[in-house]
């Protein structure tokens, strides 16, 4: 039977379902668990999305994503590669990690987003020693959503905890009850909860944040040199030191905001070859992640 189109939308929220091959462990040890966050953070600030709720289990995991006009394929493909990549040289392996296509199903109404952030939490209760306290389990964002913080750096709780409180303190009271709530053994498909929300809107339309991506390559190039305070035209010299990290931004900025491919990106940058600007847009990541600098540059493009 030949394989059904995904059902993609522009802005959509995609709930996210990965899983590996029937004999294969996706994670192997919190060690696996917590390279794959890095490895989500990783493709999150090369494709701008926002992340509302996420839990790892063994064999799968669940992410709640907000594409933000990215291709929520294009996401996944970067998320797989950067992990089976570690999880093969790691233990040796050349072959297949996960089942197939990952699974996802588009969230349109703000109640079942938060029905399905708490699925996603409860999640955890499956785990050995996590029966009765779901919460605690590290590889969660529920921890985050009780106050104790992003161990990532990933997620974005905000949205979903507005729909209780505009009182951030109040809202993490009232979704701890609801998360207890759904506890309980009589309650089974979320989708049939009958969820009271401050949020009047039934149809779930993305109006937070929308990251514009039609800029144009010299867009880009001159932001970053004006950065970098360097000449636009210095970011084209190629084999020089000195500008490296400008050309690996400029890089990735391209990628992610002016609708283009790497190789376009590469002739653009000098006739570089594709597998050139995977490696410079992969040196980007690490200097916005390691590099206040870049980090503020970064901020500062998306606005």
Same mark, same amino acid.
């Given at each position: 039977? @030949?394989?059904?189109?995904?059902?993609?939308?522009?802005?959509?929220?995609?709930?996210?379902?990965?899983?590996?091959?029937?004999?294969?462990?996706?994670?192997?040890?919190?060690?696996?668990?917590?390279?794959?966050?890095?490895?989500?953070?990783?493709?999150?600030?090369?494709? @701008?999305?926002?992340?509302?709720?996420?839990?790892?289990?063994?064999?799968?995991?669940?992410?709640?994503?907000?594409?933000?006009?990215?291709?929520?394929?294009?996401?996944?493909?970067?998320? =797989?590669?950067?992990?089976?990549?570690?999880? =093969?040289?790691?233990?040796?392996?050349?072959?297949?990690?996960?089942?197939?296509?990952?699974?996802? *199903? $588009?969230?349109?109404?703000?109640?079942?987003?938060?029905?399905?952030?708490?699925?996603?939490?409860?999640?955890?209760?499956?785990? @050995?020693?996590?029966?009765?306290? @779901?919460?605690?389990?590290?590889?969660?964002?529920?921890?985050?959503?009780?106050? *104790?913080?992003?161990?990532?750096?990933?997620?974005?709780? /905000?949205?979903?905890?507005?729909?209780?409180? %505009?009182?951030? %303190?109040?809202?993490?009271?009232?979704?701890?009850?609801?998360?207890?709530?759904?506890?309980? *053994?009589?309650?089974? =498909?979320?989708?049939?909860?009958?969820?009271?929300?401050?949020?009047?809107?039934?149809?779930?339309?993305?109006?937070?944040?929308?990251?514009?991506?039609?800029?144009? $390559?010299?867009?880009?190039?001159?932001?970053?040199?004006?950065?970098?305070?360097?000449?636009?035209?210095?970011?084209?010299?190629?084999?020089?030191?000195?500008?490296?990290?400008?050309?690996?931004?400029?890089?990735?900025?391209?990628?992610?905001?002016? /609708? %283009?491919?790497?190789?376009?990106?590469?002739?653009?940058?000098?006739?570089?070859?594709?597998?050139?600007?995977?490696?410079?847009?992969?040196?980007? $990541?690490?200097?916005? $992640? =390691?590099?206040?600098?870049?980090?503020?540059?970064?901020?500062?493009?998306?606005?």
């Amino acid at each position: 039977m @030949p394989t059904q189109p995904r059902k993609k939308e522009k802005y959509a929220i995609y709930h996210i379902i990965i899983k590996s091959v029937k004999d294969r462990l996706l994670f192997k040890s919190d060690v696996d668990k917590a390279t794959f966050m890095i490895k989500l953070k990783e493709s999150q600030t090369k494709y @701008p999305f926002k992340l509302y709720a996420y839990c790892l289990m063994d064999n799968h995991a669940h992410l709640l994503i907000d594409c933000q006009d990215q291709d929520i394929s294009v996401i996944m493909k970067s998320l =797989n590669l950067r992990y089976v990549k570690f999880y =093969n040289k790691k233990y040796e392996l050349d072959s297949r990690l996960c089942k197939g296509r990952f699974k996802s *199903e $588009i969230i349109d109404n703000d109640r079942y987003l938060l029905a399905v952030s708490l699925y996603i939490h409860r999640n955890a209760k499956d785990l @050995p020693g996590f029966r009765e306290c @779901p919460q605690e389990y590290l590889f969660s964002s529920m921890s985050t959503y009780l106050g *104790e913080g992003d161990l990532f750096g990933v997620l974005d709780e /905000e949205r979903i905890l507005e729909f209780l409180d %505009k009182n951030k %303190k109040k809202a993490r009271k009232e979704y701890a009850q609801l998360f207890e709530y759904t506890m309980e *053994e009589h309650v089974g =498909n979320l989708k049939k909860l009958d969820l009271r929300i401050k949020s009047k809107k039934e149809k779930y339309i993305n109006e937070r944040g929308i990251l514009k991506s039609d800029y144009k $390559i010299e867009d880009v190039v001159d932001f970053v040199a004006k950065k970098e305070n360097i000449q636009s035209n210095e970011i084209f010299i190629k084999n020089r030191s000195y500008n490296q990290n400008a050309r690996a931004m400029v890089t990735l900025l391209a990628t992610a905001f002016c /609708e %283009k491919k790497c190789k376009d990106i590469a002739m653009n940058l000098g006739s570089l070859s594709v597998s050139r600007i995977s490696q410079l847009g992969n040196r980007a $990541i690490k200097l916005i $992640i =390691n590099n206040s600098h870049y980090k503020m540059i970064f901020e500062n493009f998306i606005g």
